[in-house]
């Protein structure tokens, strides 16, 4: 049961990388013909750089401001605003990274293989930092659902666009502000955006029952374990 549910979580992710090139098509080719555009062009805030604090400004007392750090999303997505580390940080820190919803952050350095993930800023709790290794930029809403936008930023193309701007350093790499803002992107019709968004929507609903099963699965096993070889 629990393998079979892993199992389904993955084909649910990759349920929605088919039905993005499914509307969209394939990047590399654009065979239905979109705009295509630089990042520069797309944005209304431009990548900006997180904060840096020291480890002795962090606090473990639930006080402090929340921040974003890069093991706190994948695969397009921050995995939990309320397991966020906490810090102390001045007001004008704070208001200066503040994080928006609908903000893209992309992370800035990192291992080669990693360098370039980002996330969709979705379901803030409360006033939410981030951190120096990675920046926040923010797409036109009348013109790009953010939605769409972390997908095409997951992919290939755009992945492949990375190396080839990214600076290389022992055991890691990195890309600046002005690197991301000469990525090329697409625009389909917002229409269709929104459409894509709504499926990943509903898709994303249907994880989540998953994961819960999943979660129930697990637990009877572990008990199971404890009580028969405990």
Known sequence: IIKNRKTELELLDNLVKARFVEMFGDPYFNTM???KLKI??????EPQNGMYKPQSDYVTNNCGVPILR???????KVTDFSSLKRLN???TERKKYLLFEDDIVINRVNSIEHLGKCAHIKGLLEDTVYESNMMRMHFDPKRFNPTYVCELLCSQFIYDQIINHAKKAVNQASINQKDVLDFDIYQPSIYLQNEF????????KSKVAVQ?????AQLLFDSLMQQYFG
């Open 70 to 76: 890069i093991d706190g999303f994948y695969n397009g």
């Open 33 to 35: 013909g979109w705009k």
């Open 212 to 216: 819960q099963a999943l979660d129930k």
């Open 40 to 45: 520069k062009d797309a944005v209304t805030v």
């Open 197 to 204: 968004a709504d499926f990943v929507t509903r898709t994303e």
């Open 89 to 91: 940080c001045a007001e």
